[in-house]
Antibody, heavy 118, light 108 residues
Framework: EVQLVESGGGLVQPGGSLRLSCAAS????????MTWVRQAPGKGLEWVSI???????DYAESVKGRFTISRDNSKNTLYLQMNSLRAEDTAVYYC????????????WGQGTLVTVSS | SYELTQPPSVSVSPGQTAYITCAGH??????ASWYQQKPGQSPVLVIY???KRPSGIPERFSGSNSGNTATLSISGTQGMDEADYYC???????????FGTGTKVTVL
């Protein structure tokens, strides 16, 4: 079955760090564009980061310099390392696979909740 | 930064057509996608590259994109179509992804 399963969310204090994981099955992450999207409680969707099949990366301005996207091909897993976390980073984080010429997010995980609070 | 604006809510009677708009500067020059999100669930792609339907998405979902506005149409709307809908634009480079503000569709 083709699916994405996120893990690693939880409660962290402001200034802390967390690493999210996104395990893929049914396809290989290293041959696809992969992305992270977040959704603050009761709010809309916000694009966070992308890694291309060629390993190019990009980030939303709101997380640039604090978050790092990466993948482990041997584990077929996508990661999001989040440092210097702020209260406004509180959200459900989704990983997704891009398709349609990398224009759209065709496969989503179930999401993992990150809460930044003291 | 680029912004996409959607109406906060749209109401439609069962069996009628719902139209959800998404406005952005020269949006027609970009590719538009649409996502359906039901409470407590992950988003689902319903339209990509302006007017293409992924496998498994009913034909009653259709899209268009021209000028400054993209539109998602849901014909023969059913109760199961009640959800939040988000548009998303992609320009021409990595990182050029923007979501709209979201529209709650209610089937009365």
């Amino acid at each position: 079955e083709v699916q994405l399963v996120e893990s690693g969310g939880g409660l962290v204090q402001p200034g802390g760090s967390l690493r999210l994981s996104c395990a893929a099955s049914g396809f290989t992450v290293n041959s696809n564009y992969m992305t992270w999207v977040r959704q603050a409680p009761g709010k809309g969707l916000e694009w966070v980061s992308i890694v291309s099949s060629g390993n190019d990366t990009d980030y939303a301005e709101s997380v640039k310099g604090r978050f790092t996207i990466s993948r482990d091909n041997s584990k077929n897993t996508l990661y999001l390392q989040m440092n210097s976390l702020r209260a406004e980073d509180t959200a459900v984080y989704y990983c997704a696979r891009l398709s349609g010429g990398e224009t759209a997010m065709s496969l989503w995980g179930q999401g993992t909740l990150v809460t930044v609070s003291s | 930064s680029y912004e996409l604006t959607q109406p906060p809510s749209v109401s439609v009677s069962p069996g009628q057509t719902a139209y959800i708009t998404c406005a952005g500067h020269r949006l027609g020059d970009k590719y538009a996608s649409w996502y359906q999100q039901k409470p407590g669930q992950s988003p689902v792609l319903v339209i990509y590259q302006d007017n293409k339907r992924p496998s498994g998405i009913p034909e009653r979902f259709s899209g268009s994109n021209s000028g400054n506005t993209a539109t998602l149409s849901i014909s023969g709307t059913q109760g199961m179509d009640e959800a939040d809908y988000y548009c998303q634009a992609w320009g021409s480079r990595n990182g050029d992804y923007v979501f709209g503000t979201g529209t709650k569709v209610t089937v009365l």
